[in-house]
């Protein structure tokens, strides 16, 4: 660990977050071959439930059955045409939206149009291409590269731990936020690494929720947050609420033994990971072009098992679009600051320097840096 007042190198060049060449480098070395997160099992809800989403460049398609939730690429074994392109559906089996060829639940061709002009036919070879899924806790993960190690291998032990322990089946998902970003995916996760900008960029939501913030004033007298660095995460750990009556007696009320504490998680690259006491959150960064990436976000909330008082009298609900709003706004605030920061990236030719505060940004650096030149 690092010391909190030491300034560190930004190891990155400003060309790391602008250049076309830099970001096919990243796209074939660091993040094709990762694991990413691109749903959660709320997002199918019932049987038959379809999702298409892009992933670093590609199409895929995810479809629920009774045999499970499988993720294929979004292109028909016929001519290649998306076998769907909308957001979501619900389909008993997909069905190709130009000649109506129909897929089964492993994605194998089971319905032909006309079979009779595609002779001989093996349906077994007729299929859409299987993406390598996953499941931890309530999210849903796939790679696009088939070399790479398991899902939980990939993660390592500690960010496998924590997702399985917060985005548990209790759970109920309040919030599912998409975003797009006008910079690079980089930035947005480098922002959410620091809490150096609350005071410039989020003087708003401060100012408009002051009884809110009044119950985070003051640090316990330990003080300081404690920070954990590793090859393949960052993560901090905060008291931030702790020496209010309000915010403990709050989380006594709805959630008994929970925990004052904030724990925010870097999984690098592009994976971050947050608790409270009542409210877990997850977000995943990634680009969609070199100065252009796009946020999922999934907020869930503990407030107890259903049957209790807040569930009795429906206000969970109510709590959900708060929570949500709440990210909203502070999400907002950040976003505001992006572009800026993209264009100046295009335009500098100086290193940069960061604090002790921004610690775990250095560490984003470090893991960018040794993959990149390792591969
Ligand atoms: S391209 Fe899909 S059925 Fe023809
Ligand atoms: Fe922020």
Known sequence: MLDHGQALPHLLPPSAYA??????????????????????????ANPGDYRTVDLLGRSLILH????GIRAFVNACAHRHTQVSSLPCGNERRLRCQYHGWEYDAEGVACVIPDAGCFMPLDYQALRLEPVRLEQLGQLLFVCLEPASPPLRESLGARATAALEAWFGPGLRQAAAIGLDHDCNWKIPIENSLEDYHVKMLHDNFIARHPKLFRLFQGRP??????????????????????????????????????????????????????????VTFFQSVLPTSVNRSRSLVRIFLDLGQAGTPLHERGLAPLADRLVAAMFRALMREDERVFPAAQSGMRDSTRNGLLGGREQRVYAFHRYLTSALTSA
């Open 221 to 278: 007298p330990e003080g300081k947050p404690r920070y954990e660095i590793d090859d393949n995460f960052s993560s901090v750990h905060d008291e931030f609420g702790a020496s209010s009556a309000g915010y403990r007696f709050a989380l006594e009320a709805l959630r008994k033994q929970s925990s004052v504490a904030f724990e925010h998680l870097h999984v690098f690259p592009s994976m971050l990971l947050g608790k409270t006491g009542l």
């Open 64 to 67: 629920r059955t009774s045999r």
């Open 19 to 44: 250049s076309e060449e830099h970001h096919q480098l990243e796209l074939a070395q660091v993040l094709r071959p990762s694991w990413h997160c691109i749903a959660s099992l709320a997002d199918f």
